[in-house]
């Protein structure tokens, strides 16, 4: 993911120590939007509930019941409105899809 985000100059009317900070702020955005995304990676899913995470699982064990829990997980609301980790199912695109 790339972005194009540019920070204004900050206005010389700023005090200087803010300003400074301010720089050091826009700064690390910018490097942060440039960043490419990685998914966390995990051998068994996390106890913590964090709605919204995703994470992917890659355990290194021999047993063929751990290699099938092996995938891309996010933390979701399920029908009764309680946070879960649930499995996401990957599929190919359909043709001509980019």
């Given amino acids: 993911m790339s ?18 900070y301010l720089d050091r702020q826009f700064q690390a955005i910018m490097v942060a ?3 490419d995304f990685q998914v966390p990676k995990f051998t068994r899913l996390p106890d913590a509930i964090v709605p919204g995470a995703v994470i992917h699982i890659a355990s290194q064990k021999d ?5 099938k829990k092996n995938g891309f997980y996010v933390c979701v609301a399920n029908d009764k ?6 499995r996401m199912v990957l599929e190919d ?5 980019p």
């Fill in 3 to 20: 972005s194009s985000f540019a920070a204004e100059p900050i206005p010389h009317q700023i005090d200087p120590v803010l300003a400074e």
């Fill in 33 to 35: 939007l440039r960043s």
């Fill in 63 to 67: 047993d063929e019941d751990e290699q």
């Fill in 81 to 86: 409105g309680a946070v879960e980790w649930k």
């Fill in 93 to 97: 695109p359909p043709q001509g899809t």
